[in-house]
């Protein structure tokens, strides 16, 4: 008799707390937002030629853009990003699909280059980390975990424009 009882309170759980016992029957994945990340510089004169960003300084409102290509070499996403005050970047890339999952991936498949600099006394294009060709990303284990996406973001490496005119730099 006990083990009815016991059989019977084991039917009824799941009515009397339907919210401890409730389950989706076809669960949707969580979305997976993309954000891009970097800092765009002005190099200095002194280290015109190289790729140093010594002495470099951030620039305000610098353009670079977001460029990602499918497995048959078509631009699949397109996105222009501006600088904060401090240089930096934060491109989120709202409606980046992946046909195929690893030859799309951001990694794979997404570049960032240099538009247009703001500053007139440093608006040269220059190819510090890729910068006019595409500077590929890197994974830092940056991610946020959101109720309902995650956040994964991806980073560039600092690119930078350089001045028109630099002095000869002087070797006695």
């Not at 078509?74 to 970047?89: H, I, L, M």
């Not at 247009?116 to 975990?145: A, D, H, Q, T, W």
């Not at 490496?157 to 730099?169: E, I, S, T, V």
Request: charged share 15%; with cysteine.
């Amino acid at each position: 008799m006990a083990a009815i009882h016991l059989s019977f309170l084991i039917l009824l759980l799941p009515l009397a707390f339907p919210s401890a016992f409730a389950y989706e029957a076809n669960p949707q994945p969580k979305k997976t937002q993309v954000v891009i990340e970097g800092m765009v510089y002005c190099q200095s004169c002194d280290n015109y030629g190289s790729w140093s960003l010594s002495k470099a300084k951030p620039i305000a409102s610098a353009k670079v853009s977001v460029i990602c290509k499918n497995q048959r070499g078509q631009v699949s996403y397109y996105k222009a990003s501006e600088t904060d005050g401090n240089g930096y970047f934060f491109a989120e890339l709202q409606g980046f699909e992946m046909s195929h999952l690893l030859l799309e991936h951001p990694l794979q498949s997404c570049v960032v280059k240099l538009v247009e600099s703001p500053l007139e006394g440093c608006n040269v294009l220059s190819n510090i980390n890729y910068g006019l060709y595409g500077s590929p990303l890197r994974y830092e284990k940056k991610r946020f975990y959101r109720k309902d996406y995650d956040v994964v973001i991806y980073a560039a490496g600092p690119l930078a424009f350089r001045p028109a005119h630099c002095d000869a730099p002087n070797h006695y």
